[in-house]
T-cell receptor
Framework: TQLLEQSPQFLSIQEGENLTVYCNSS?????LQWYRQEPGEGPVLLVT?????EVKKLKRLTFQFGDARKDSSLHITAAQPGDTGLYLC???????????FGKGTTLSVSS | EAQVTQNPRYLITVTGKKLTVTCSQN?????MSWYRQDPGLGLRQIYY???????DKGDVPEGYKVSRKEKRNFPLILESPSPNQTSLYFC????????????FGPGTRLTVT
């Protein structure tokens, strides 16, 4: 069974701090996606990483895909209250029919 | 505006009373799916559809039905709801297979008493 494990589960930090969220698996994924979900809304795609070792930057967010394509990380520099939300990683199952989601990291950034 | 719409957004019902949650997308997407989101369990897929008239079970299909008679609509049917189906439900669609960006609806919060 393919699983994606995210850590930490909860993160509460002050504005301006840096943080890293991890997404790990024992399975190889062809690609991984990162979504952010705000209260009362559905998840919204932030980025898709496809190549092992790939690094993508989205303003203050940096996403990395592990060389073996089994893990990924999301690093936020100088977090802001607007970064508050649930961060989810997701990968395609082996049958190619569904996304498997990690359980998410709830981030709270206070000013 | 490209979007996925779900109705209703909130629903409180009683055990055994059949209900339907509608889902519609205006992006001509082929792939649609339903998820439920529960604390501590995350997002789990209920059913998916690769195209019109093609549907299949996800990870947690028990107690649910779906149909895909038109490309834009993918309703979720609970024939006899039970309290363990109390959850937050999301419909999602994408251009093709799940590797493409998934567009999620705003969610339907269902409470079964």
């Amino acid at each position: 069974t393919q699983l994606l494990e995210q850590s930490p589960q909860f993160l509460s930090i002050q504005e301006g701090e840096n943080l890293t969220v991890y997404c790990n698996s024992s399975s190889v994924f062809s690609s991984l996606q990162w979504y952010r979900q705000e209260p009362g809304e559905g998840p919204v795609l932030l980025v898709t990483v496809v190549t092992g070792g790939e690094v993508k930057k989205l303003k203050r967010l940096t996403f990395q895909f592990g060389d073996a394509r089994k893990d990924s990380s999301l690093h936020i520099t100088a977090a802001q209250p607007g970064d508050t939300g649930l961060y989810l990683c997701a990968g395609i199952n082996q049958a190619g029919t569904a996304l498997i989601f990690g359980k998410g990291t709830t981030l709270s950034v206070s000013s | 505006e490209a979007q996925v719409t779900q109705n209703p957004r909130y629903l409180i019902t009683v055990t055994g009373k059949k209900l339907t949650v509608t889902c519609s997308q205006n992006m001509n997407h082929e792939y649609m799916s339903w998820y439920r989101q529960d604390p501590g369990l995350g997002l789990r897929q209920i059913y998916y559809s690769m195209n019109v008239e093609v549907t299949d079970k996800g990870d947690v299909p028990e107690g649910y039905k779906v149909s895909r008679k038109e490309k834009r609509n993918f309703p979720l049917i609970l024939e006899s709801p039970s309290p363990n189906q109390t959850s937050l439900y999301f419909c999602a669609s994408s251009f093709g297979a799940p590797g493409y960006e998934q567009y999620f609806g705003p969610g339907t919060r269902l409470t079964v008493t």
